[in-house]
C-alpha cells in the first residue's frame, strides 16, 4: 500500500465522508496512554493523532512507523518544536528497523483494517512483544457489527472503501483481519470498546491478563 498519492487530500476526504467521527474515535482512549512513557504508534497518518498525544501526554517518548513518505512529512509538521526531540519516525514497513524496546503503549488507529489476515497473523505476535506487560495496546478502527442493519450498512461502506483504497493506494486486503483473534492468541484481552456510526467505528483498549 503506497498513501502517498493520497496524502494531501486525506484529511479532506476523510471529513467529507465521515466528518469527525474518525478522530472521536481515535482519540476517545487517550487517558489510557496519558502515563505511558514510551508509545509506539503503527501507521500514524498525517500527524493529527501523534500532534494531540503529545499534547495530552507531555512526557512520553513516541516511537512513529509510517510507510509513506509524504504522510511522515505531514506529521513532522504537526509536532511544535520542543516536542521533536521527544519523536522518533521511523519509515519502515511494520516492525522493521525498530529498536529492541518495551512499550507502555502501542497505539493502531486504521492500521489494522489495512492487514490481509495472514499479514494480521504475522505481524501482531511479533508487536505484542514490545509491549510491556503492565501496557496497553489502543485500537480505532473499522468494524463490521454481527448481523442486522448495522452490518449491512457496514458492509456498504467497507466495500466502498476497500475498493477506493485498492484502486489509488495499492491496498491489498478485502476485508478487516480477525484482529481480535490474533490479539487473543498472543495473550492481549479486550479491556474497553466504544462504537461510533451505526457501529462501523470502533476503539479499544486491549491488556495483558492478570497473573493473579
Known amino acids: ?6 496524502a494531501g487530500v486525506y484529511r479532506t476526504l476523510e471529513y467529507l465522508a465521515f466528518g469527525r467521527a474518525l478522530e ?17 504508534i503503527l501507521g500514524e497518518g498525517d500527524g493529527r493523532f501523534l500532534a494531540r498525544l503529545l499534547a495530552h501526554n507531555p512526557e512520553a517518548r513516541v516511537d512513529v512507523v509510517e ?13 511544535l518544536p520542543r516536542d521533536s526531540p521527544r519523536v522518533r519516525f521511523f519509515p519502515q514497513d511494520a516492525l522493521r528497523g525498530l529498536p529492541p524496546i518495551t512499550y507502555d503503549a502501542i497505539i493502531t488507529n486504521f ?26 495496546w489502543l485500537v480505532g478502527d ?6 442486522g442493519l ?33 490479539l ?9 470498546q466504544r462504537f461510533w456510526r451505526w457501529g462501523l467505528l470502533t476503539a479499544e483498549r486491549y491488556g ?3 497473573d493473579s
Open 1 to 6: 500500500m503506497n498513501a502517498d498519492p493520497l
Open 24 to 40: 472521536r474515535c481515535r482519540f476517545s482512549l487517550l487517558d489510557a496512554a496519558s502515563t505511558a512513557q514510551r508509545i509506539l
Open 67 to 79: 510507510a509513506s513518505a509524504r504522510m511522515l512529512a505531514l506529521a513532522r509538521a504537526r509536532i
Open 111 to 136: 492500521f489494522l483494517d489495512c492487514l490481509t489476515a495472514e499479514e494480521a497473523r504475522q505481524f501482531i505476535p511479533a508487536a505484542v512483544q514490545l509491549l510491556d506487560r503492565q501496557g496497553c
Open 142 to 147: 473499522f468494524h463490521l457489527p454481527d448481523a
Open 150 to 182: 448495522r452490518r449491512w450498512h457496514a458492509q456498504v461502506w467497507l466495500a466502498a472503501m476497500y475498493s477506493f483504497f485498492a484502486v489509488t493506494t495499492g491496498l491489498r486486503a478485502r476485508q478487516i483481519p480477525d484482529y481480535p483473534l490474533d
Open 184 to 192: 487473543s492468541r498472543a495473550g492481549l484481552v479486550r479491556q474497553e
Open 208 to 210: 495483558f491478563a492478570s
